[in-house]
């Protein structure tokens, strides 16, 4: 959204696609298609940086009703794994990973073990 806006601003100053491309390469990484993507929009008179709606068909598994549902499993049970409880809900496993992360900012806790020494006793 932010590179959107700078595209925009070098727009209404008058710099060309290529400029601009330049210039936000020197504090950004933008890719050279994005910025005349976006030249051709404003070219074309829309002013708005912010994307159009899209058709398409609206997310139906990360609904309230399911999260609470992963969250009862997993307070039941912290260790079941997305298939178990995806096959359960009938729900993608892309779901329950979305649900898991983005929705109950849950993250798996890394476990580091520690290789014993060799003794001689031991060998």
């Known amino acids: 959204m932010e590179q959107r806006v700078n595209i925009k601003f070098c727009f209404k100053l008058g710099r060309t696609a290529t400029e601009t ?43 309230p009703d399911n999260i609470e549902r992963v969250r009862r499993m997993l307070t039941d049970d912290r260790r079941l794994s997305l298939r178990t ?8 496993l ?6 898991i992360h983005e929705h109950l900012q849950k993250r798996k806790k890394k476990v580091y073990a520690f290789p014993t020494l060799l003794r001689s006793s031991n060998v």
């Open 21 to 63: 491309h330049e210039t936000l390469l020197k504090v950004d990484a933008v890719s050279k298609k994005c910025v005349f993507e976006w030249f051709k929009r404003f070219r074309e008179g829309k002013e708005d940086v912010k994307d159009e709606p899209r058709s398409g068909r609206p997310p139906t598994s990360t609904t």
């Open 85 to 92: 409880i995806a096959e359960e809900l009938k729900i993608s």
């Open 94 to 99: 892309d779901s329950v990973s979305n649900i």
